[in-house]
């Protein structure tokens, strides 16, 4: 049953991916971000009250719609704070950042559904998204001449 319910939610991932790509956004790529982010922390909330296979494929299907939208605009936001050399070094950053991330969500959430029952992993998944949903609207600042001429720097001092 597993597979189905993953299956189902790359399905929807796919077919997402593509209008999403094809689509002109006037909305700026870091409040993107957030909204689409969003979208995986409303998920969470039901799987710890789902109580059907259907309920949960349909859970999973909301979170896999948001998983091409987040890889697109991490993208387009890495292309637009780093400098040309150092985009193919800031893409294996950015990579290697979401190996790790993947890794460690999901140590600790075996963690917690050996402790506290498969409601402790959904939980921690939740608390993930939610963290996630957050982080873009943090206001880091934005470095490197794609983002002073994108408006997504800070201006430098004068002197």
């Known amino acids: 049953m597993a597979a189905l319910l993953q299956g189902g939610r790359a399905a929807a991932s796919n077919c997402v991916g593509l209008p999403y790509g094809l689509r002109r956004w006037r909305v700026a790529p870091q409040v993107q971000l957030a909204m689409v982010s969003a979208g995986p922390a409303l998920s969470r909330l039901p799987p710890l009250v789902v109580g059907s296979f259907l309920e949960a494929g349909l859970v999973l299907a909301v979170t896999g719609m948001t998983i091409a939208p987040v890889l697109v605009l991490s993208s387009v936001l890495t292309t637009a ?8 070094q800031a893409f294996t950053r950015l990579n290697s950042a979401s190996a790790a991330e ?15 029952g498969a409601h402790g992993g959904f939980a921690i998944a ?21 983002a002073s001429a994108s408006g997504l720097a800070p201006r430098p001092p004068k002197g």
């Open 81 to 88: 704070a780093v400098e040309r050399a150092a985009l193919t």
């Open 102 to 116: 993947s890794a460690g969500a999901a140590a600790m959430s075996g963690r917690a559904v050996d402790a506290y």
């Open 126 to 146: 939740a608390a993930a998204a939610v963290a996630m949903a957050v982080r873009p609207r943090s206001g880091r600042a934005r470095c490197g001449p794609a």
